[in-house]
């Protein structure tokens, strides 16, 4: 990439950067930018034309951080602070080409562990039954289901995956991996998504890590849950639209799967859909990145990009470039 501070383009003028977290509470960013303040809300503080880099704003839903990239005329990256970037991705047709588009790798991998970890063990643990069980003081003892001694598939087997499979290593479970190709991992071979169906039926829990894309949209769907062995466990910490929710009700209400959702489809999940009653369904409000860990790591990623950006070096976590 051009040395941004000696970017003949820029015409004289300091190299103009929006960032979506208060530039005074990041310690050590390059001098050499201009930098403006927008979060995803009211009107934008500069015009998005001048915007060199641009860290798109946090959890402010589907379409607040595409607003000013059809203005964006001059921009040269685009951050997102989140692992997906399908909220972002189909709008960089306005964008000229050659603009790296960055996901939020690292930032989220720890955090989206924990949540998939606390996700199984309460609802193999029956934990759920006991916090409504407390609240009618109600005694529900008795077997449960354990996580040591099962076969956990991990679909999407990237830097979250990888990261739930090494908080599940001190669980005793045997773990199989899936992605969209086949390849070795430090902790074991990684099948292809074409393996599924072979896969599938010996899982009794199956976590869903993958990014949306058009080869995963509805991937969970009525032949994907149908081969899933009874009593099996589904837990989604990708994206909801990863899952067919009409075909996960179907499997759900007949009691043959369980399933833990930290993403629905639709998202929010509205008031009377059938999802928040479905018997042995947990739902947790996508809260998988929004932990005291994010701020701290998603700074360091932004500092670390425009520092980068500032000596002309590659940007990390490039997950396309348009045109």
């Known amino acids: 990439m051009t040395d941004m501070t000696q970017d003949p383009a820029a015409g004289g003028r300091r190299p103009q950067v929006w960032l979506s977290l208060p530039p005074e509470e990041i310690d050590g960013l390059p001098a050499a930018f201009d930098y403006v ?3 995803g809300t009211g009107d934008f503080p500069a015009d998005p034309e001048a915007a060199d880099f641009y860290v798109v704003p946090y959890m402010k839903g589907p379409t607040a951080g595409a607003l000013p990239l059809p203005h964006m005329t001059r921009v040269r990256a685009v951050q997102t602070l989140s692992a997906g970037v399908d909220h972002i991705a189909p709008h960089l047709h306005h964008l000229a080409p050659g603009v790296r588009l ?3 790798r690292g ?3 720890a955090s989206t562990a924990e949540l998939t970890l ?3 063990l309460a609802s193999l643990r029956g934990i759920p039954r006991f916090v409504r069980g407390q609240d009618t003081e109600k005694w529900y003892a008795g077997f449960y289901p354990a996580l040591a001694d099962r076969r956990v598939l991990i679909v999407g087997y990237g830097s979250i995956g990888a990261a739930v499979e090494d908080r599940l290593a001190a669980f005793e479970c045997e773990v199989d991996r899936v992605a969209r190709t086949a390849r070795d991992a430090p902790r074991g071979p990684v099948h292809a998504l074409d ?14 890590t993958t990014p949306l894309t058009e080869q995963t949209r509805g991937l969970a769907g009525a032949d994907f849950l149908a081969a899933m062995k009874d009593g099996a466990l589904l837990v989604n910490v990708a994206r ?3 899952v067919d929710t009409k075909a996960l009700l179907v499997e759900t209400e007949s009691g043959r799967l369980t399933a ?4 629905t489809d639709p998202e929010p999940l509205p008031p009377g859909h059938p999802l928040w009653h479905a018997p042995g369904v947990l739902i947790s409000p996508h809260v998988g990145g929004s932990t005291s860990a994010f701020l701290p790591r998603a700074k360091r990623l ?6 980068r950006f500032a000596r002309g070096e590659e940007l990390a976590n490039v997950v396309l470039v348009t045109g």
Not at 195 to 206: F, Q, R, S
Not at 260 to 263: E, P
């Open 37 to 39: 303040y927008w979060d």
């Open 102 to 104: 960055c996901n939020a």
């Open 107 to 109: 930032v989220h991998e």
């Open 118 to 120: 606390a996700l199984i």
């Open 195 to 208: 393996d599924l169906p072979g896969l599938l039926p010996a899982a009794d829990v199956v976590v869903l």
């Open 240 to 242: 909801g639209a990863v």
């Open 260 to 263: 833990a959702l930290d993403v």
């Open 302 to 307: 932004v500092r670390s990009q425009l520092v």
